[in-house]
């Protein structure tokens, strides 16, 4: 979602600020603006709606730069998506607010403040902001002092950067449910909602938490609490690869992505298994402990995330005989929820700072649950930082928007979860155990084999090409890895694709069913094989094309009507994640025929950091 970048320093920071809202594209948005001190020290503004590219031909054509400046990219929650809706937003000709999140009171402060003579010249929630500041400033004369005053008044989320040509020698930030980082540098310091972002000018870097307040100078940098007190966040080296912002020799990052996959799946394994057994210290060190006590799962995520919850909820009722329940995180957060005596709340999400869900884990912790354990591939998120337990996923930064590699690695760990859990409550043969741990051993190097299968399906995708509708169907733990399939396939291709559990399609969408509507299959071969058969034995009958993913011993024939891609072997627990990357694949190869914005698809962003 929307991206913050802030500089001080001695040189210019104009291509510091444009740097650092490229690297933050990926996160999808609409619109992007800058604000820089100009040597006479006046306040300049620039704003774009589209690209990132186009506000730096701007800034070149305008030759605008400084040595202290915000820069923002917006995806719009109050008010269109145009230029004069794009921040920085300004108060007066000399008060800067880039803003991310949303304030839930913005109507009446934008009466209060017309009343009292500001005059808005947008329709977004932010720009009260900074004539709210506007307003403090004036009343007590510093910049710290009238933002710690100001942001009292603001209900909702917001992560904050501010700049005044009245106090140019600081940019200020507040957290508050949008996350923020500081950037350390030698004599020059920076801000951003993503420590991404900054990766091209320092390593260091220092988290805000919840509510705190920072001022950033250029040689030193002051962090007040929600209470107001100073205190010292700490600072931490940034070791990772910088492979994230780099595509290499693939076409797009989604496609770099899926075959990152062995790599991530073995990364995500690494130091968690024992020769038989998963280490539940992995977890964390309460872990086994509360394992024990678990009876019951509450599974909480949107989106892909959910998906995976879907998948985990087969897993753990059948491997570790634990009731499992999952929800979408938006319809959880609201709903009255009955919590069954020792539940462990499980919430999973790839950024950590999925709003929906993050809130669901805060009602959570009132609602007396046993428990929250997160599933996440960023550690220092909100998500992790508030759960009693985590389990990272090692995906690393995972740019394309339609999630592939986040998704695998968080089966992977939810199988992790489901093994420990298992043992824990005793209800695990250790054979049974031993057995999967040897299979996920195995797995990065099944997944490479799937991924062999990339110019078979790239021939399949040309069945799609012209089509509008698909049905994916699949039965078991295989029906969540239909609906992960169709979702990949909506996101990215924009074909209306839907799925439904194969026993289900004689109960309607069979009526749909004509020679246009193509129906993609899972069909590893397990025990609802023979049954699957039957329903695709429906879908022929009335003239519909299968594509059908099977075993190769699943005796299902190549022939009119049918197409057959032949999957490797693999044991049936882990069959959800090899099954899922050849969907992958498919929509990718569907997308890129169709020629739409793989990457970036339209209307959609990562990291969904609102509501
Ligand atoms: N509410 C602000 C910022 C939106 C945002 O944070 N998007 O992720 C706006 O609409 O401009």
């Given at each position: ?13 104009t291509?510091?600020?444009l740097?650092?809202l ?9 619109s992007a603006g800058l604000?820089v ?7 300049r503004r620039l704003r774009r709606s589209g690209k990132v590219a186009e506000l730096e031909s701007a800034q070149r054509e305008a030759e605008l ?6 820069a ?11 230029e004069?809706?794009a ?525």
């Amino acid at each position: 979602m929307c991206g913050i970048v802030g500089a001080i320093a001695e040189r210019n920071i104009t291509a510091i600020l444009l740097e650092g809202l490229k690297r933050l594209e990926y996160r999808g948005y609409d619109s992007a603006g800058l604000a820089v001190l100009d040597a006479s020290g006046a306040l300049r503004r620039l704003r774009r709606s589209g690209k990132v590219a186009e506000l730096e031909s701007a800034q070149r054509e305008a030759e605008l730069g400084g040595r202290l400046g915000i820069a923002h990219t917006r995806w719009a929650t109050h008010g269109a998506p145009c230029e004069r809706n794009a921040h920085p937003h300004f108060s007066g000709d000399d008060l800067a607010v880039v803003h991310n999140g949303i304030i839930e009171n913005h109507e009446a402060l934008r009466r209060q403040l017309k009343a009292d003579g500001y005059v808005f010249s947008s329709d977004t929630d932010t720009e009260v902001i900074v004539h709210l500041l506007h307003q403090k400033l004036d009343e007590l004369g510093d910049l710290t002092v009238a933002l710690k005053a100001a942001v009292k008044a603001l209900h909702g989320a917001y992560g904050l950067a501010v700049v005044s040509a009245r106090q140019p020698d600081r940019i200020l930030a507040a957290r508050s449910g949008s996350p923020l980082v500081v950037g350390l540098g030698l004599g020059e310091n920076f801000l951003a909602s993503d420590q991404l972002a900054l990766r091209q000018v320092t390593d260091r870097f220092m988290y805000l938490e919840e509510g705190d307040i920072a001022e950033i100078r250029r040689d030193s940098v002051q962090v007040w609490n929600q209470a107001g007190d100073a205190v010292n966040r700490e600072v931490v080296q940034y070791h990772e690869g910088a492979e994230a912002a780099d595509k290499g020799e693939f076409r797009h990052f989604m496609l770099k992505e899926i075959h990152e996959q062995p790599k991530v799946v073995q990364r995500t394994l690494e130091g968690r298994l024992a020769q038989d057994h998963v280490l539940i210290e992995a977890f964390g060190p309460t872990a086994a402990e509360l394992f024990a006590r678990v009876r019951n799962v509450q599974i909480v995520a949107c989106g892909t995330s959910y998906h995976a919850g879907m998948v985990a909820r087969y897993w753990i009722e059948e491997l570790a005989g634990i009731p499992c329940q999952v929800e979408v995180a938006s319809e959880f957060r609201y709903r009255k929820v009955v919590v069954q005596p020792d539940s462990l709340f499980v919430t999973i999400s790839q950024s950590g700072e999925t709003a929906d869900t993050l809130a669901a884990l805060r009602n959570a912790k009132a609602a007396g649950y046993l428990a929250s354990l997160a599933i996440c591939n960023v550690g220092t998120s909100s998500l992790v930082r508030e759960s009693d337990l985590t389990l990272l996923t090692q995906a690393g930064p995972e740019i394309g928007v339609a999630s592939t590699k986040a998704f695998t690695t968080q089966l992977v760990a939810l199988m992790l979860l489901t093994l420990s859990l298992g043992r824990a409550r005793g209800a695990l043969a250790a054979d049974v155990e031993r057995e999967l741990v040897d299979e996920l051993r195995r797995l990065p190097t099944r997944l490479g084999e799937a991924l062999a299968m990339d110019p078979t399906i790239e021939k399949v995708a040309e069945n799609f090409a012209e089509k509008q509708h698909t049905l994916f169907l699949g039965r078991g733990e295989q029906y969540p890895v239909a609906m992960e399939g169709a979702l990949k396939l909506k996101e990215i291709s924009y074909i209306h694709a839907e799925a439904y559990p194969a026993g289900e399609l004689k109960h309607g969408p069979l009526a749909l069913v004509d020679s246009h509507m193509p129906v993609v299959t899972v069909a590893p071969n397990n025990e609802l094989l023979e049954k699957l058969k039957s329903n695709l034995q429906e879908v022929r009958a009335r003239g519909g094309e299968l594509i059908v993913f099977a075993d190769g011993s699943a005796g299902i024939e190549d022939g009119e009507g049918t197409v057959l891609v032949k999957m490797p072997h693999i044991h049936d627990a882990l069959s959800p994640i090899l099954y899922t990357v050849p969907l992958q694949l498919l929509s990718y190869h569907v997308a890129v025929l169709r020629g739409t914005d793989v990457d970036q698809p339209r209307n959609l962003a990562k990291s969904v950091t609102v509501e």
